[in-house]
């Protein structure tokens, strides 16, 4: 059974793994939304977007990020 009444999860017998990371609570809460207005649980909301994204032409690569050291203002000597 769904952890939520009404919500449709994957079914019982598939072979699944644990996918986490963490994301502004905004983010959390706009998938959260979306996937109840789905009328699907969080985890069958995004193996359905992956697919979706993989039929419109694959899941995006973004550039990498370079994160560049802070530079400290340091005076010089006088």
Known sequence: MSAQPGRVRHPDGIDLVLLQGRVRPERRKA??????NSG?????????????????????V???????????PIQAAS
Do not use: M, T, W
Request: glycine letters at 8%; aromatic letters at 8%.
């Open 31 to 36: 998938i959260n939304s979306a996937a109840a």
């Open 40 to 60: 699907r649980s969080v985890g069958l909301y995004l193996e359905d977007l992956v697919l979706y994204l993989e039929k419109n032409g694959g899941l995006p």
């Open 62 to 72: 973004f550039p990498k990020i370079n994160r560049q050291a802070e530079e400290l």
